[in-house]
């Protein structure tokens, strides 16, 4: 199957599953991520002012995270080549993104992080990254950012935010090899803290409920 079709069909899937749960809103205000400390190994307390992230995005331009004060930005490592863990947390990404409606869109910020800037490229990010902006509104200026560093700049960051990732040699495949790598999605309220994270497998629902409380909790500041 052609990996552009691929990516439509985990699209329309996530889609899904969005509406069979949006009846079911949580009652309490509460974070439904883990939000009183970083993953092993520092386990550090949260929140905290978020790391920052000084790598080059999609268009070849350098990124800090304090340009995007006011906006609720999620935060996930992956790689391009990724066969599944990654297309389908950023296919749940869009999701949240066209839950939130056209007006919290604009305060709503994904940022997809290479751990494996030996092939994703600039280039490969952002036609990777175009699949997905299709379908949150690219025409409208809403779109993933994507960065990318080399070891020296990338390394630092991964582990600011307990970040692993390892090759694994696949002998005989196309693809080379594939990348362990940690798959948390981490979430930055609009005054830049790092307020909570998920783990792999969290729901739709509950991602796209925080992302909406933090940026009506932002507004109201």
């Given at each position: ?124 990010i952002a036609r990777y990254l175009g699949a997905f902006d299709s379908a949150v509104g ?61 783990p792999y497998g969290a729901s739709v629902d509950d991602i796209l409920w925080d992302v ?10």
């Open positions: 199957m052609p990996r552009s079709i691929y990516l439509l069909a985990l699209l329309a899937l996530v889609a899904g599953s969005l509406l069979l749960g949006a009846c079911q809103k949580p009652a309490q205000r509460k974070l439904h991520g883990i939000s009183d400390k970083m993953p092993p190994p520092s386990e550090a307390k949260l929140p905290q002012p978020a790391p920052d992230l000084p790598l080059t995005d999609q268009y070849g331009r350098p990124f800090s995270l304090s340009t995007q004060r006011g906006k609720v930005v999620i935060v996930y490592f992956g790689y391009t080549s990724c066969p599944d863990v990654c297309p389908i947390t950023l296919a749940q990404l869009t999701q949240v993104w066209t839950g939130l409606g056209p007006e919290q869109a604009r305060f709503f910020q994904p940022i997809f992080v290479t751990v494996d800037p030996e092939r994703d490229t600039e280039e490969v690219g025409d409208q200026g809403l779109g993933f950012t994507g960065l990318r560093g080399m070891p020296a700049e990338l390394d630092p960051v991964m582990a600011a935010y307990d970040v692993k990732a390892e090759k694994k040699p696949q002998p005989g495949s196309a693809v080379g090899y594939t990348v362990n790598h940690t798959a948390y999605t981490y979430v930055i309220d609009t005054e830049g803290n790092l307020v909570e994270w998920f909406r409380y933090l940026i009506q909790k932002g507004a109201k500041k």
